[in-house]
């Protein structure tokens, strides 16, 4: 009996990785899959090169990265138009997720030798006679395993922000979409004269298994908290550092002081853009009582205009297999008193899913303790700010959120236990390369973009130099009582309570 393959299902034969739309079925492309062997050969010849890129220095990566950001803007469209071939992506949000992926490659070449060239640091009183000096040396190779539903900005997240600070890296694309992941590869390759400096291994999640025990200096991991959990186990074999972003389930909180209009748009973009399959997606709303029924009509207007197609502003599901846990999610809301006000069972139309809006959801039920990752929403009425804010940090995730009001809104952002949050608006924090991305707790850890992000991929290089001899030696056993004295006098003058 042949098997039979929902389309956007990767499927290997006789070797090859193929791709496929997840719409229609249509091939992308067939890649070659890369076993242990060939994930060795590619870390051979990415050691070869690394001493090459390293050795341009700040200036001379800058400049690539720089050509590199130039193509990707002058190509845009081709590399949309494949956003949408591959992953069913509509084009209009495939062109923003580029537009951010280039901000953030402008940003980390500009900015890598600031944050990561030698630089003086102070010395203290007791150590006066050394000289402190700090710089972050590259770790040689990177790995950077991406996901599929952000194929461009996240894996650029990491993979730009590593070349920056002077490593090679490997990237191992997301089967879903490997296309884009060899596109990418492709153009930086051409620019650099056909050195390793970027390399792309293809294939399933042995593919990524072999990368991370292939001797990388530090894997970049984005995906689930499971896979993340796999991760981290394979590198901990090496003691291998990992950087893991590990989605989230973020709430938005809408404070009776909100500009409800303004709530309600950027809630139904945060919610369904890329039909939900966002790691810092607005899955979760929290609004104060007063304003709930006035936020859910503004949220409900909205939404049920949003078109639903292979070209429509909600694309079809991407991961065939995630379309059963959106159902599961949504019956199980229903079951459990929740109720629909737009969409529900009949929106899963593999492979697309209908914007489903649900109020009255039970905390405990699937569609509110776990990452759905698909166009649902639960709304749920909250006594006040106190509330809301409880109930956002009752899961074990912490990735991201959004906080609309006035008078309270900076102070309940600080409250979120997240490592982002966007007052009056959504998301907003992946598209600004100048702060740090990334979660706590099953989130995961580690940041990418900013000077944190840049910082991810150096090892902090402490030296001191000696540039006097010692008044008080205490780092030698040629000092005597007398000078253990005046240090012990020293101390308690610089230190005693004042």
């Known amino acids: 009996m042949t098997a039979v393959h929902l389309p956007g299902t990767p499927v290997v034969e006789r070797g090859e990785l193929i791709s496929t739309n997840p719409a229609g079925g249509q091939e992308v492309g067939r890649f070659p899959v890369a076993g242990p062997a060939e994930v060795g050969q590619a870390l051979t010849r990415a050691h070869a090169t690394a001493d090459w890129w390293a050795a341009l220095g700040h200036a001379g990566r800058r400049q690539y990265l720089l050509k590199w950001r130039s193509l990707l803007a002058t190509r845009i469209d081709e590399l949309a138009g494949l956003c949408h071939a591959e992953g069913g992506k509509p084009v209009a949000d495939a062109t923003i997720e580029i537009v951010s992926a280039i901000e953030h490659v402008d940003w980390a070449a500009r900015n890598a030798r600031r944050v990561l060239g030698p630089r003086r640091v102070r010395s203290r009183m007791l150590v006066a006679e050394f000289s402190a000096h700090l710089e972050y040396q590259p770790y040689g190779v990177v790995g950077v395993i991406g996901p599929w539903n952000y194929p461009v900005l996240t894996p650029l997240g990491s993979m730009a922000y590593a070349l920056a600070a002077g490593n090679v890296v490997v990237f191992k694309p997301s089967e879903y979409t490997p296309a884009i992941g060899q596109w990418l590869v492709d153009t930086f390759t051409e620019l650099v004269g056909g050195r390793p400096v970027l390399q792309v291994v293809h294939g399933l999640g042995d593919t990524g298994a072999a990368l991370c025990l292939a001797g990388v200096g530090k894997i970049a991991f984005t995906g689930s908290p499971v896979t993340a959990r796999k991760v981290m186990a394979e590198c901990a074999q090496t003691l291998t550092p990992v950087l893991l972003e590990a989605g989230g389930k973020d709430a938005m909180i809408v404070d009776s002081d909100a500009d409800l209009d303004a709530a309600a748009e950027s809630c139904v973009w945060g919610a369904f853009t890329n039909a939900g399959q966002t790691c810092i997606g607005i899955e979760r709303v929290y609004a104060v009582a007063e304003v709930h029924d006035a936020f859910v009509t503004k949220v409900v207007e909205r939404a049920q205009r949003l078109s639903v197609g292979a070209d429509g502003e909600i694309g079809p599901i991407t991961m065939p ?27 899963v139309q593999p492979p697309f899913v209908s914007p489903t809006v649900l109020v009255d959801v039970p905390e405990d039920s699937d569609a509110v303790r776990h990452e759905t990752f698909g166009p649902t929403l639960v709304i749920n009425k909250v006594r006040d700010v106190d509330e809301a804010v409880e109930r956002a940090n009752a899961l074990p995730y912490g990735l991201g959120g959004s906080v609309f009001g006035r008078r309270r809104a900076m102070a309940t952002a600080r409250r979120l236990r997240s490592g982002m949050t966007a007052v009056n608006s959504t998301l907003s924090f992946a598209g600004m390369s100048t702060l740090p991305f990334g979660g706590v707790g099953e989130s995961g850890f580690g940041r990418v973009h900013g000077d944190d992000g ?31 004295a005046r240090i012990v006098r020293a101390v308690k003058l610089l230190y005693r309570g004042r």
């Open 454 to 484: 840049l910082r991810e991929f150096g090892r902090a290089k402490a030296i001191t130099r000696r540039r006097a001899p010692s008044p008080m030696p205490a780092m030698t056993f040629e000092r005597t009582p007398a000078q253990v």
């Open 321 to 347: 297999s995630q379309v059963e846990v959106i159902r599961r999610h949504i019956d199980d809301a229903l079951a459990r008193g929740g109720k629909a006000l737009l969409g529900g069972p009949e929106a």
